[in-house]
């Protein structure tokens, strides 16, 4: 979605953004991935078409110049409203960014050890299953017990501005009362946390409160129990978009989030259902100021490569960056699907038993002091399972999928059912 505001400085982001369109016709690259050794990176690589990089440099000169640079606000301001001025500006924007522009054509410096691009060339994609097996990984051993381990619960709600139904009803009938409830819990219980990720649906959620709510989701994010991740208009869409409509859509949310609520600002990025990744959100990210992020959706052979040979946390470094200052911080989750049944471990039809919030699922066990012991032992072999695919000893599993916690009584199934297995774990 590409929304053009009237504010000076989307005034001038716009404008600057349009002469770039008029320089350069921008081809589309296949989405490659690479790692490097100790700590493990991926990386798109190089392509024989240098404009992606160029936009790329282009974007980063932007948000550095156009603050400081008058020559480029004012060719900017010019451009918008009429084409005619369109080679001063290019010109101008030749000598703004001629220094690092002449970086992006020498990419044979890059220190990357694994090309994504090489790797798939050397697996099997033959049409079956897609990765939605029994048992991801048959045979995987879990992390011995004697390793210490620390899992991080994360309650979230997926929840497309645009899929099944449109952007009012979503909101309306599923959005709101699931920020309401996800809200109401935190407030009411100081050990619950979640986060959440579209501000376009919060930003309605947000106009209907009164100063008593909004004062105590301040509160929970002060505190760090509420959390805004990527904090994007939505949640892009990468392989086949536009660098434009990403870098736009992030512009939006997190332009209304420094607004209106500048406690929320996001860290994390959070990619779990764009349907392909492009490495150009990973450098946006960075341009925004987050830290590190999330991303799912990998096709199920180059998860399972990367998994088994602990790969799965890496940086991602974009193809022209010799010397790392691209960098991401990003971890993939190894097995298909965002929801708690395919986050928790390799063995789905145990996991779904811990789907506590899908009161559909058919395998679902509500946890009783009679089985706490049980059901403890069962989702901990799950959780060593997947430790054994990480380097760190960490790992977060996602408890949610869309529009999850439409009801209260979800949210506190979660919360009743997952309590006594972590203080069975942690005791």
Same mark, same amino acid.
């Given at each position: ?228 991740? *990527? ?86 470094? *974009? ?109």
């Amino acid at each position: 979605m590409v929304r053009f505001y009237l504010k000076r400085r989307r005034h001038l982001l716009v404008a600057a953004m349009l002469i770039t369109l008029a320089l350069v016709y921008y081809q589309a690259i296949y989405v490659q991935l690479t790692a490097i050794d100790s700590p493990t990176s991926i990386q798109n690589n190089p392509s024989e078409n240098l404009s992606d990089e160029y936009y790329a440099t282009l974007l980063r000169g932007l948000l550095t110049q156009m603050d400081k640079n008058e020559e480029l606000a004012h060719l900017a301001r010019l451009s918008l409203p009429t084409a005619k001025n369109t080679h001063k500006a290019a010109a101008a924007e030749r000598r703004i960014f001629a220094d690092q522009c002449s970086a992006v054509h020498d990419v044979s410096h890059n220190k990357a050890s694994l090309q994504v691009t090489s790797l798939i060339e050397g697996l099997p994609f033959e049409i079956g299953h897609g990765g939605k097996t029994q048992s991801i990984f048959p045979g995987l051993q879990p992390l011995p017990f004697e390793e210490r381990l620390r899992v991080l619960l994360i309650p979230h709600s997926h929840c497309d501005p645009g899929w099944l139904d449109t952007y009012t009803s979503y909101y309306t009938r599923q959005v709101r009362p699931l920020l309401t409830n996800l809200y109401e819990w935190a407030r009411d219980h100081s050990d619950f946390t979640y986060v959440y990720a579209e501000v376009s649906f919060f930003k309605l959620w947000w106009e209907e409160q009164g100063e008593e709510v909004r004062e105590g989701v301040r509160k929970l994010l002060k505190e760090g129990r509420f959390e805004f991740v *990527q904090g994007g208009w939505v949640q892009a869409d990468e392989a086949n978009t536009h660098y434009f409509a990403l870098f736009n859509e992030m512009l939006d949310g997190h332009d209304w989030l420094k607004a209106n609520l500048p406690e929320a600002m996001p860290k994390s990025g959070w990619a779990i259902d764009p349907f392909g990744l492009s490495p150009t959100m990973g450098y946006v990210n960075k341009l925004f100021g987050l830290t590190g992020m999330h991303i799912d959706r990998v096709h199920y052979r180059v998860k399972t490569h990367l998994a088994v040979n602990k790969h799965i946390e890496f940086l991602w470094r *974009q193809s022209w960056d010799a010397t790392g200052e691209t960098d991401m911080l990003t971890h993939m989750n190894p097995f298909p699907g965002y929801n708690s049944e395919n986050t928790c471990g390799p063995d789905r039809n145990v996991c779904e038993r811990f789907t506590f919030y899908n009161r559909n699922a058919r395998l679902v066990t509500k946890v009783t002091p009679e089985n706490t012991k049980d059901l403890s032992e069962l989702i901990l072999s799950q959780w060593r399972k997947k430790a054994a695919l990480h380097r760190t000893d960490t790992i977060f599993i996602e408890l949610g999928d869309d529009f999850t916690y439409t009801k209260k009584e979800f949210v506190a199934d979660i919360y009743d059912n997952y309590t006594p297995l972590m203080k069975y774990i942690n005791s």
